[in-house]
Every structure is written in structure tokens, then in C-alpha cells.
């Protein structure tokens, strides 16, 4: 069985932070969301695993490489522009080479995880095996509608939807899928459809199953699902001290990695404070990820995503709820007169008090 993993969408909706970098690469925890898919597919048994890329190919590639690290073998799978996930299975098919697979959307989370799904779908065969999630606003995504434990109906943002089971972004399927994605026609907004091509298995009399995940799952395509996946990530972490904490209080689940210095500062968990990472004076409150050699210094964060290399000086309200980007330098002048003074890219967020 192989696995195939979606990584080329351009992360429209997490602008500014996707003009310079692969949504998903964005981390959570301090690691980024693809990383996760790929650990799943490992530990669920499989080895064999495409990536398929568009825009940010050579960002992915160059994060992922061989795969060697994960434990698997990674073969890239270049998509020319952003068609559809049903089109994704279609320029993988020499790739599958008839083997039952896995399809992974790189920008979701499954707390769960992947093993006992895999294995039912081995041992049962059906078609097509479908992950699915109750969730409080099905209109906003793909809608299963069920009868004796089939699926009948796929219906994408349904005005009144039939159920609160929304289309999870994992799906299992064996070769019969590739004859659905030839025989459908792009929808309206020019795109191969996967719930067309499901669709057209079950009008078709083939077997989709579909199977409700227990715990948590996150499209991580919106900042404030990525700040709830870090949160939900970082609850479930296990206290760890590898770096130096001086006159400093660390209260609860904190991980300090290697090379991280926290002075004369509060940390109240669940947090991770990246390698190299240094924290003097100053607070950083819960569900907060502090990444590789970022700054902070008397100012609190909170509730938030700092990436790699990032500065906070001397910032008197606390920032909240914020995702701050690589190589960020954010800092309070005492210069005359006073003034703001920004430098943002496109679609940038400022929230002043």
C-alpha cells in the first residue's frame, strides 16, 4: 500500500505568511503540519510515499528531501497548476502502479492517527474508505449522507446539509478510483472534483465506506485553525527541559529544547520554546510556540505561533491569538515624535490597542 500526500495548494487564505513559504511548512508545535501526515503514513506501515507539489515544490523538497529521515521513500509528483485533489489522483497513477493507496491532504491534523484505519481498509478491501467528522458547521465543507453503513450521497457546501458529517482530508482507495477521475468533467469552478469521483464509485455500484474518526481533526487552512491545532497539539505534550532556565518560573507541560536560554521569565504550559531560542524577562503564557533562534525580551506572548528567527522587544501589551512569521523583528522605539512604524507585506493583519 502506498501513500499519497496533497502539498500544492498556495495557501491563499494564510496570506501574508504563504508569499514566502509553504502552507504547509507552516509549523505547529514547532513543527510543520506536513511533517505530521508523514509520520502518520509511516507509522501506519507505509513506505512508499508521493508528495504532490505545485508552486512551492522546491521549498517541500528541500524540508522533506528523500524521506530517508521520516523512514520512507519519497517520490515527487509535480502538478502544473491547482486542479482539483481528484486531478492530483490522476497524474499519480503511474506513481500508485495499481497498488491500493492512502491520499493525505498536507495541510490536515488527525490526532488519532492513521493505524487502525489502514488496517481495516486492508483487511475489509471495499472501493473506497472515507474519514469522516461531525462538525458544527457541515456547510463549509464536503457532506457524506449515509444508508446501512454506506455511503449514498456527497454533496460539496451544501446549502442545507443532510448531516453534520463533513469529509475529512484522508481517503483510501483502490485502482477503481482512477476509472471515476477519467470519467467525471471539472466543475464550475474548473476543477476535478474528489467528491465527483466518489460519487461517480458509488452511482457506479462500487463500495465506499466510510468511517467516523473519534477525537480531534483540523484543516489547518485559516489562522485561527492553526492557532486551535496548536493548542490542541501542544495539550498533549510531556514536560521536557533541555535548555538553560535561570530565576525563572516554568509551570507545567513546557518543553525547552537544546540551546534555549529562559531568564529571569514565566512560562506557563503547554508551550515549546525552540532550540537556541532566547526568552529574558518576559512571559509566554499558554499554547504558545516560541521556534528556532526566535527572541523574546520583556514583552508576553501568548496563545500564539512565533516562527524561527522572529524578535519581540519591549512590547507593553500583551500580543495574543497571533501567528508571526519568520525573521519578524517587532520592538517599541523611544524615539521623538512617537510614531508607528511598519513594514508589512500584502494582506497583513495589525491589531492596535
Known amino acids: 500500500m502506498k501513500g499519497l500526500i496533497l502539498s500544492g495548494g498556495r495557501g491563499t487564505r494564510l496570506r501574508p505568511i504563504t508569499f514566502t513559504s509553504a502552507k504547509q511548512l507552516v509549523p505547529v508545535a514547532n513543527k510543520p503540519?506536513?511533517?505530521?501526515?508523514?509520520?502518520?503514513?509511516?507509522?501506519?506501515?507505509?513506505?512508499?510515499?508521493?508528495?504532490?507539489?505545485?508552486?512551492?515544490?522546491?521549498?517541500?523538497?528541500?524540508?522533506?528531501?528523500?524521506?530517508?529521515?521520516?523512514?520512507?521513500?519519497?517520490?515527487?509528483?509535480?502538478?502544473?497548476?491547482?486542479?482539483?485533489?481528484?486531478?492530483?489522483?490522476?497524474?499519480?497513477?503511474?506513481?500508485?502502479?495499481?497498488?491500493?493507496?492512502?491520499?493525505?491532504?498536507?495541510?490536515?491534523?488527525?490526532?488519532?492517527?492513521?493505524?487502525?484505519?489502514?488496517?481495516?481498509?486492508?483487511?475489509?478491501?471495499?472501493?473506497?474508505?472515507i474519514l469522516l467528522a461531525r462538525v458544527p458547521n457541515p456547510q463549509q465543507f464536503g457532506v457524506a449522507e449515509l444508508a446501512g453503513g454506506r455511503v449514498v450521497r456527497l454533496v460539496e457546501k451544501p446549502k442545507t446539509p443532510a448531516s453534520d458529517l463533513a469529509l475529512v482530508g484522508v481517503y483510501m482507495f483502490d485502482g477503481h478510483v482512477f476509472e471515476a477521475v477519467k470519467a467525471i468533467t471539472p466543475s464550475a469552478r474548473g476543477e476535478l472534483e474528489i467528491t465527483d469521483a466518489i460519487q461517480w464509485l458509488i452511482d457506479h455500484g462500487r463500495v465506499v465506506v466510510p468511517r467516523v474518526i473519534d477525537g480531534w481533526w483540523k484543516d489547518t487552512g485559516k489562522l485561527e485553525d492553526i492557532l486551535e491545532a496548536n493548542r490542541l497539539v501542544l495539550d498533549t505534550?510531556?514536560?521536557r527541559i533541555d535548555g538553560e532556565v535561570e530565576r525563572s518560573e516554568v509551570l507545567g507541560k513546557v518543553i525547552i529544547e537544546v540551546g534555549a536560554k529562559v531568564v529571569q521569565s514565566t512560562i506557563?504550559?503547554?508551550?515549546?520554546?525552540?532550540?537556541?531560542?532566547?526568552?529574558?524577562?518576559?512571559?509566554?503564557?499558554?499554547?504558545?510556540?516560541?521556534?528556532?533562534?526566535?527572541?523574546?525580551?520583556?514583552?508576553?506572548?501568548?496563545?500564539?505561533?512565533?516562527?524561527?528567527?522572529?524578535?519581540?522587544?519591549?512590547?507593553?501589551?500583551?500580543?495574543?491569538?497571533?501567528?508571526i512569521g519568520r525573521q519578524v523583528s517587532i520592538y517599541r522605539s523611544d524615539a521623538k515624535p512617537k510614531s508607528y512604524n511598519f513594514m508589512l507585506g500584502d494582506r497583513s493583519q495589525i491589531g492596535l490597542v
Open 268 to 323: 506557563r504550559g503547554p508551550a515549546v520554546i525552540g532550540k537556541g531560542a532566547m526568552i529574558e524577562n518576559a512571559y509566554i503564557g499558554p499554547f504558545t510556540a516560541v521556534g528556532d533562534h526566535a527572541t523574546v525580551r520583556s514583552s508576553e506572548v501568548e496563545h500564539s505561533i512565533v516562527l524561527e528567527g522572529s524578535s519581540i522587544t519591549d512590547i507593553a501589551g500583551r500580543i495574543e491569538s497571533s501567528l
Open 237 to 239: 505534550i510531556d514536560r
Open 33 to 129: 503540519i506536513l511533517f505530521y501526515g508523514l509520520e502518520a503514513l509511516v507509522e501506519s506501515g507505509i513506505r512508499e510515499i508521493g508528495i504532490v507539489v505545485g508552486d512551492t515544490r522546491q521549498e517541500i523538497k528541500d524540508a522533506v528531501g528523500d524521506g530517508a529521515r521520516f523512514g520512507a521513500r519519497v517520490t515527487y509528483i509535480e502538478q502544473e497548476a491547482p486542479l482539483g485533489l481528484a486531478h492530483a489522483v490522476l497524474i499519480a497513477e503511474s506513481f500508485v502502479a495499481g497498488e491500493p493507496f492512502v491520499m493525505y491532504l498536507g495541510d490536515n491534523l488527525i490526532r488519532a492517527g492513521l493505524t487502525s484505519l489502514v488496517d481495516e481498509f486492508r483487511a475489509t478491501a471495499p472501493n473506497a474508505q
